[in-house]
């Protein structure tokens, strides 16, 4: 059974950072694409940046050079790095595999950025 828990979300001021991690077991880690969603109140869940396991990397335009997704294979986990936070970046962001057609979802962190 593919588990993510996800780690790292709170509460910062508009400009601050946060560093979100998602630590993934029962699976062959190394394989798997990962990837961040995010739902805001009133919104469908959003794509905010993916990582194969080659290492390529996707991004949501409104993220694109202020968050960055990595990845640790030795540990099992991805981060996703987010800097100069605005408040439309407030939502609950949550972890993303899929392993043999199944998808997987961790229970989600809540990121508030304050005005």
């Known amino acids: 059974q593919v588990q993510l828990v996800e780690s790292g979300g709170g509460l910062v001021q508009a400009g601050g950072s946060l560093r979100q991690s998602c630590a993934a077991s029962?699976?062959?880690?190394?394989?798997?694409?990962m990837a961040w969603y995010r739902q805001s109140p009133g919104k469908q869940r959003e794509l905010v940046a993916s990582i194969t396991s080659g290492g390529t990397t996707n991004y949501a335009d409104s993220v694109k050079g202020r968050f960055t997704i990595s990845r640790d294979n030795a540990k099992n986990t991805v981060y996703l790095q987010m800097n100069s936070l605005k408040p439309e970046d407030t939502a609950v962001y949550y972890c993303?595999?899929?392993?043999?057609?199944?998808?997987?979802w961790g229970k989600g962190t809540l990121v508030t950025v304050s005005a």
């Open positions: 029962g699976t062959r880690f190394s394989i798997n694409t």
């Open positions: 993303w595999t899929r392993l043999f057609g199944i998808e997987y």
